[in-house]
Every structure is written in C-alpha cells, then in structure tokens.
C-alpha cells in the first residue's frame, strides 16, 4: 500500500546541495549564493511559474542560515495572522534571538492592507521576508514593499532537471526502491509535466502505481492512458499555464473567436484566476488591436470591472462576450510599436532639452527667460490645429506612430498626413 504522504512532498530537498534548478540565482558564485556565505540576505520575491521550487528554497535558506522560519498562506492568512507572526518575532528580537524568516506563499493574493501590515516589520528589521507568487510582482505586489525586496525570477525546469529529479525520487525513496518499475520512455511525463517539479511526481506517482500493480513498463502511451483514466486525480490548477494562456492571445490576435473561447473554456475549466484573464485582455486590447479599434479598451476595460464586481460563475459570460469581440475585432500593433520606437530613440539620444515655447513657465523668471512664450494654443486656430514642433531640433521629424493598415487608422493616416504634410512620413 502507498505511503500517505505525497511523492512530491517526500522529495523535498533537505539541504541546498539537494536542490535542483536556479543555478543563476542560487549556483555557485550567484548573488544569492553570496548572500548565504556571507550570512546575510537581503527580503526578497521569488517569482516563477509553479513547481520550480519556490517553497523548498525559502525552507532551505532559512535552515542553511539557522533562523526561526515563519509561514504564511496568502489564501488562508489575513492580517491577524501577520500580526501574530509579528508579536512573535518582537518576542525573539527581545531575547536576542536571530532575526527570523517569513515566507508567504502567494503573495500576490494579500490585499493592499496585507501588504501594508507586513511592510513596516520589513522596515524594521524584524523579519527577513521571502514571498512566492507565480504572478508579476511589479503588479501585484505594493511599490512600498517591492522596493524593500529582492526580487528574483525562476524558471521552468529542464529535461535534465527534470530526469535528475525523477532518478533520485527512485533511487532515493523507500517506497520506490521497494517497488521497482521500469521506464522505457520518458516523454509524456516530461510533456505533462511543464517544467513543474511538483506535477512530474504527481504524475509519476500516479503512473507508477498503475505500472507495478499490471506488471508493465513505463512508456508513452502507458503515461498518457493512465492520466486521462484519474484526471481527477491529476492537478488541473495551472495546467500548461503559460502555454494555454500563450495559445488564448494568439487565437485573438490571429482573429480566431472560436479557437479563443475554446482556451477560454480550458482555463476556465483549469481554474484559472477569472481576473488574471481580464488582464490579459485589457493588455491586448491596447497591444494587438489599439486605434484599428479603440470601443476594444473599453470595453476589456468594463470587462475587467465587472469580472471584480460579479464574481464567479456568471462572469465567465462576461470573459467570453470580450473574447469573442476582441478577436472578431480589427487588428493593429501600431501604438504597441510606436512605443517601443519612441523608448529605443530615448536610449540612443539621452536627455534631450525641451524646446522653450513647450516648457512650463509657472514663475515670473522664467517668462522673462521666454518659457512657453511662442507656443501657439492649438484651440485658438480654425480646424484646432497649427503647425509647429512639438519635438527637440535635433529629433524633428522622427515618425514614430505609423497607423496600421485597417478603416479607422487609415483614416487617422490621412487626417494626419493632411494636417503635418511632408514633415512624418505617412
């Protein structure tokens, strides 16, 4: 019979040298290696795609450092929970103890509030904080706290990350090594897996006591007629995350509602955060269709509302009436390129002046040095325009937005080629 406690779980590393993966950040001669020998790190976040490790390096940092390690669950901790956390680290502070270490899984579940709450314990000193969230931390986590942490990406495991960890689960568990199988092909547990330490032994685990108890090898075809035989068994949380969601945007870009709401429905289906999809749509609503249909913004915009406001299930309504508009929409990069010009041309050029009749003049001085004073108000001539430079000499004539090729940019193109001439080149 098969040990209560997960495969997974079993084969959670015990001391740095177990660890597998994140050389760049945790490899000899990294900046967190260094930290570790110097016995001195700094708060961080690590941010990363589930399974890749996230959990087992804060517990492995804390016990290479020996300090106290607190942990949180954003999804089951609340501010009184922090709280506590803290009274307690106050009480070690006053017995000299060693500054202990906080993790909190999820991180970026904790409201506003909850940030705020663990911000000044940081501040102090009281605790070293190391969060975990599988979402970007420059949006989910407040700019207060952010600034105070470290923060370092995780990436998906390789094969040969992957394969090592599977070889030392069966070389190294007890109940593996009582109950030999043989693998013939690895492929479907790799694929399956997704680069998700945590998912290849779920899966494995899955597999192999399907594999011994029929007397059979390991392959292929064997994994995936065994997963789609206990699906319910198999994490569906996150599931391909990445490449799912990766498959959802292109479906819209590419102008296919049908394929879109097909992934829709596998995230969805998933248990995907219905508000990490809204703002997926808000981005590609600017990034992918922009001025060739500006009602798109809004709209993702009141989606993205709504989604907050509703709730599950029935906001799933709402996604999909924004998925299936988003793609049946026109289609344009322009403002997406335009930006991405005009921040390339900041780097090459610098801090280029700001003409004179363009600058602010708020005090007397600075009328008398002509600030703003042969600025023309566009308003105040027929058809609210008037020809004049709105760049740096040096940069004048630089085209930056060019409107796609669709019904409402070409016709920005032409108002825009009527008011300014020979000067862009539209």
Same mark, same amino acid.
């Given at each position: 019979?098969?040990?209560?406690?997960?495969?997974? !779980?079993?084969?959670? #590393?015990?001391?740095?040298?177990? $660890?597998?993966?994140?050389?760049?950040? *945790?490899? !000899?001669?990294?900046?967190?290696?260094? +930290?570790?020998?110097?016995?001195?790190? #700094?708060?961080?976040?690590?941010?990363?795609?589930?399974?890749?490790?996230?959990?087992?390096?804060?517990?492995?940092?804390?016990?290479?450092?020996?300090?106290?390690?607190?942990?949180?669950?954003?999804?089951?901790?609340?501010?009184?929970?922090?709280?506590?956390?803290? !009274?307690?680290?106050?009480?070690?502070?006053?017995?000299?103890?060693?500054?202990? *270490?906080?993790?909190?899984? !999820?991180?970026?579940? &904790?409201?506003?509030?909850?940030?705020?709450?663990?911000?000044?314990?940081?501040?102090?000193? /009281?605790?070293?904080?190391?969060?975990?969230?599988?979402?970007?931390?420059? &949006?989910?986590? *407040?700019?207060?706290?952010?600034?105070?942490?470290?923060?370092?990406?995780?990436?998906?495991? %390789?094969?040969?990350?992957?394969?090592?960890?599977?070889?030392?689960?069966?070389?190294?568990?007890?109940?593996?090594?009582?109950?030999?199988?043989? *693998?013939?092909?690895?492929?479907?547990?790799?694929?399956?897996?997704?680069?998700?330490?945590?998912?290849? /032994?779920?899966?494995?685990?899955?597999?192999?006591?399907?594999?011994?108890?029929?007397?059979?090898?390991?392959?292929?075809? &064997?994994?995936?007629?065994?997963?789609?035989?206990?699906?319910?068994?198999?994490?569906?949380?996150? @599931?391909?995350?990445?490449?799912?969601?990766?498959?959802?945007?292109?479906?819209?870009?590419?102008?296919?509602?049908?394929?879109?709401? $097909?992934?829709?429905?596998?995230?969805? @289906?998933?248990?995907?955060?219905?508000?990490?999809?809204?703002?997926?749509?808000?981005?590609?609503?600017? @990034?992918?269709?922009?001025?060739?249909? #500006?009602?798109?913004?809004?709209?993702?915009?009141?989606?993205?509302?709504?989604?907050?406001?509703?709730?599950?299930? @029935?906001?799933?309504?709402?996604?999909?009436?924004?998925?299936? $508009?988003?793609?049946?929409?026109?289609?344009?990069?322009?403002?997406?390129?335009?930006?991405?010009?005009?921040?390339?041309?900041?780097?090459? %050029?610098?801090?280029?002046?700001? #003409?004179?009749?363009?600058?602010?003049?708020? %005090?007397?001085?600075?009328?008398?040095?002509?600030?703003?004073?042969? $600025?023309?108000?566009?308003? +105040?001539?027929?058809?609210?325009?008037?020809?004049?430079? &709105?760049?740096?000499?040096?940069?004048?004539?630089? %085209?930056?937005?060019?409107?796609?090729?669709?019904?409402?940019?070409?016709?920005?193109?032409?108002?825009?080629?009527?008011?300014?001439?020979?000067?862009?080149?539209?």
């Amino acid at each position: 019979m098969a040990t209560p406690i997960p495969l997974a !779980e079993r084969m959670r #590393p015990k001391n740095i040298g177990d $660890y597998i993966g994140q050389q760049h950040i *945790i490899g !000899e001669g990294s900046v967190l290696w260094n +930290a570790l020998q110097q016995q001195n790190i #700094p708060s961080m976040i690590f941010w990363g795609p589930p399974g890749v490790g996230k959990t087992s390096l804060a517990f492995l940092i804390a016990g290479e450092l020996k300090r106290p390690f607190f942990s949180l669950s954003a999804i089951q901790s609340g501010v009184k929970d922090i709280r506590e956390v803290i !009274e307690k680290a106050e009480k070690l502070r006053n017995f000299n103890q060693e500054q202990p *270490i906080l993790f909190i899984d !999820e991180i970026h579940r &904790f409201s506003k509030s909850q940030q705020d709450s663990l911000l000044g314990a940081v501040e102090r000193g /009281l605790v070293t904080l190391i969060g975990a969230t599988t979402e970007n931390p420059s &949006f989910e986590v *407040i700019s207060a706290l952010l600034s105070r942490c470290q923060v370092y990406v995780l990436e998906h495991l %390789t094969e040969d990350e992957l394969k090592t960890i599977l070889s030392q689960a069966i070389t190294k568990d007890p109940y593996l090594q009582e109950h030999p199988v043989i *693998i013939e092909e690895y492929e479907a547990l790799f694929r399956l897996s997704g680069g998700d330490a945590r998912k290849l /032994l779920n899966v494995f685990e899955l597999v192999h006591h399907a594999a011994h108890a029929q007397k059979e090898a390991i392959t292929n075809a &064997f994994v995936l007629k065994q997963v789609q035989q206990n699906m319910a068994l198999y994490d569906k949380t996150g @599931e391909q995350h990445y490449d799912i969601i990766s498959a959802f945007i292109k479906s819209i870009r590419g102008s296919d509602p049908n394929a879109a709401v $097909y992934w829709l429905a596998r995230m969805i @289906e998933g248990g995907e955060d219905p508000s990490f999809i809204a703002r997926r749509l808000l981005i590609l609503a600017s @990034e992918d269709i922009g001025n060739a249909n #500006p009602n798109a913004l809004l709209l993702a915009n009141n989606c993205f509302q709504a989604v907050n406001v509703i709730g599950w299930p @029935e906001s799933r309504i709402i996604l999909s009436q924004t998925v299936t $508009y988003l793609a049946s929409s026109a289609k344009s990069n322009a403002s997406y390129e335009a930006i991405n010009k005009a921040q390339q041309l900041v780097k090459q %050029t610098g801090n280029v002046p700001v #003409p004179l009749h363009l600058r602010n003049a708020p %005090t007397k001085l600075m009328k008398d040095l002509d600030y703003g004073a042969k $600025y023309k108000y566009a308003h +105040a001539y027929p058809g609210n325009f008037v020809t004049q430079e &709105f760049f740096p000499e040096k940069l004048s004539g630089t %085209t930056l937005y060019d409107p796609g090729n669709n019904s409402a940019e070409n016709k920005l193109r032409e108002s825009l080629k009527g008011k300014w001439k020979e000067k862009y080149n539209y």
